[in-house]
């Protein structure tokens, strides 16, 4: 059987260790996707991308999967796809897409070609004072701070002009303020999973009781949904927008704006969680698209 490797992390695979609090979403994952892949020849192995490359021989391609602390180590994550890329190793998505996405000034760029995002100010480091400015700026009174490198929605901070950071706070690192968006809580954030560049299935995420962040770490629950015609259409903008084609997988992370029209929140292009429970075709889909790149590549 051909070897696919679905990377992953130590905080994820299934081991004696404690685990993330989602990691049963890893679990999830890969049994939606090892039946799958076994009726066509593939033989799925989670590994820790920190594993020895000695661990990859006989791999043919390897699968961005729960590998979600990369955040924190994005320069040692990239340079270790380069090099197993470089070993002639498929990588999906490849290097050149995970450089470009895992920075959220990614966002810049999508608007550029026509996207529409949510409104966003970016700074190298802020504290209250470019908090207080952001929100005149923006013309809010609430705000979530994120960021610029970060997933999951850990390093996360949300202020109201009531409720401002202390003096001396600082986020420490590079970020971006955006507006705080009620139909977070109302509607909830929708996503859009294709494959191949071909909508597979759509997701509506609503935020646990007290929370606004909409991830299982945060008590943030899932459910199928249905997508109108216009709002898969603004998705499948979105992907057309994206400086790169052929890519396996992408997820689009939207909210709706007070004037209707849904912004990006994320394309997320490096590891998301595709929602097997809602995408029951997810295996199969994912199969097929890595089966033509293999036959493509022999």
Known sequence: MTAIAFLACADTLPGPGSRRGDAFEHDLEVAALRPAFAERGLNLIEIDWRAPFEAFDGVALVLLGTAWDYQDHAEDFIARL????????AVCNPPEVVRW???KR??????????????TLWFDDAGRDEIECAMEALGVGDVVVKRQVGAGGLGQHRFSANALPEQ????????????FLPSILDEGEFT??????????????RAGDGEYRIQSLFGGRE??????ADDR???EEVVAALPFADLLYCRIDMI????????????EAIEPYLYPEQGRELGAKLTSGITARLEGAG
């Open 168 to 179: 001396g706070w600082r986020m420490g690192r590079p970020c971006m303020v955006q507006p």
């Open 101 to 103: 996405n895992a920075d």
């Open 223 to 228: 459910e199928a949904w249905s997508p109108s």
């Open 233 to 235: 259409a603004t998705a």
């Open 106 to 119: 990614y966002l810049r760029d999508l608007e550029r070609r026509g996207a529409t995002i949510v409104p």
């Open 82 to 89: 380069d090099a197993l890329a470089e070993r002639g190793i």
């Open 256 to 267: 709706r704006l007070p004037s209707g029209e849904l912004a990006v929140m994320e394309a």
């Open 192 to 205: 859009f999973v294709f494959i191949d560049g071909t909508f597979s299935h759509g997701v509506r995420k």
